[in-house]
Nanobody, 125 residues
């Protein structure tokens, strides 16, 4: 069955960078729009970034990460990435990738049918 495996999280001190990866398997990757979401302790899961199906020529970002984070996809390796630069303590959260069979790049969690297990990102000041 379709599976998403998140990786790349870790501890970053000060203003640093991380690149998250989400490996997709068990389906046709190019049919799916992909998104990244995050959830901090005591808070609801929130949208971070999304990219549409196949060529990924359309993206969307939460205002809080715009110009710092970049979402991309490698259809050959069935992987979606989230490059995170200029990290801030408020970016600390568990990050989840998700797959949308409609192929869009929605901000709505309910549009995504499949979810990864999450990867922890901790940014210390």
């Amino acid at each position: 069955q379709l599976q998403l495996v998140d990786s790349g999280g870790g501890l970053v001190q000060g203003v640093g960078s991380l690149r998250l990866a989400c490996k997709f398997s068990g389906g046709t990757f190019t049919w799916y729009g992909m998104g990244w979401f995050r959830q901090a302790p005591g808070k609801e899961r929130e949208f971070v970034a999304a990219i549409n199906l196949r060529s990924g020529d359309r993206t969307d970002y939460a205002d809080s990460v715009k110009l710092r984070f970049t979402i991309s996809r490698d259809d050959g390796n069935t992987t979606v990435y989230l490059q995170m630069n200029s990290l801030k303590p408020e970016d600390s959260a568990v990050y989840y990738c998700a797959a949308d069979r409609s192929g869009g790049y929605s901000r709505d969690l309910d549009e995504y049918e499949y979810w990864g297990q999450g990867t922890q990102v901790t940014v210390s000041s």
